[in-house]
Antibody, heavy 121, light 106 residues
Framework: QVQLQESGPGLVKPSETLTLTCSVS????????WNWIRQPAGKGPEWIGR???????KYNAFLGSRVTMSVDTSKNQVFLQVTSVTAADTAVYFC???????????????WGKGTTVTVSS | AIQMTQSPSSLSASVGDRVTITCRAS??????VGWYQQKPGKAPKLLIY???TLQSGVPSRFSGSGSGTDFTLTIRSLQPEDFATYYC?????????FGQGTQVEI
């Protein structure tokens, strides 16, 4: 049974870089896609982007050029990096598994429990 | 970005009720819609994908329908564990976008 576990610093200072890790157990990264979603307190989820195990990625433009995703297939980990963070980046961040590139449908069927990130000095 | 307008934002219902939640897309999105259930402090859970395909392990009282711009999630007979917030998500084109959510309350 595939399980996802997000991890990260918890507290980040404004203007710094946030790096989160999604550790995947019970299954391989390939051939799936991997998504990051965030949810500010009391609000709905926001899709940040997805990355395939090949490294090909798509990002939501609302983060502009501040976001980068990457994978380490040898460690079964997926990474999210957000630069120049502000208070608006405070949220719970989730990683979620998506289907392979060849799938007819998109979906996010396995989710981590999420990690809380607070941006504050 | 495609906007997903979800309604109602909240509803009150009783165990055994039939509940319907709708999402309208700002442009046609074929049948590329998923429905997710979220309970407080938990991650969203996939219920339906492709507008009408029930995710494995999800009870059959949940069903989805629609195509183009109008989509519906129906809970046939509401159970106590179904009280939660429900979100639609369009995955037709990037960026994927969620509806605002529907909180189903007792």
């Amino acid at each position: 049974q595939v399980q996802l576990q997000e991890s990260g610093p918890g507290l980040v200072k404004p203007s710094e870089t946030l790096t989160l890790t999604c550790s995947v157990s019970g299954g391989a990264l390939s051939p799936y896609s991997w998504n990051w979603i965030r949810q500010p307190a009391g609000k709905g989820p926001e899709w940040i982007g997805r990355i395939y195990s090949s490294g090909s990625a798509k990002y939501n433009a609302f983060l502009g050029s501040r976001v980068t995703m990457s994978v380490d297939t040898s460690k079964n980990q997926v990474f999210l990096q957000v630069t120049s963070v502000t208070a608006a980046d405070t949220a719970v961040y989730f990683c979620a598994r998506g289907p392979p590139f060849t799938s007819q449908y998109n979906y996010m069927d396995v989710w981590g429990k999420g990690t809380t990130v607070t941006v504050s000095s | 970005a495609i906007q997903m307008t979800q309604s109602p934002s909240s509803l009150s219902a009783s165990v055994g009720d039939r509940v319907t939640i709708t999402c309208r897309a700002s442009q046609g999105i074929r049948n590329d819609v998923g429905w997710y259930q979220q309970k407080p402090g938990k991650a969203p859970k996939l219920l339906i994908y492709g507008a009408s395909t029930l995710q494995s392990g999800v009870p059959s009282r949940f069903s989805g329908s629609g195509s183009g711009t109008d989509f519906t999630l129906t809970i046939r007979s509401l159970q106590p564990e179904d009280f939660a917030t429900y979100y639609c998500l369009q995955d037709f084109t990037y960026p994927w976008t969620f509806g605002q959510g529907t909180q189903v309350e007792i």
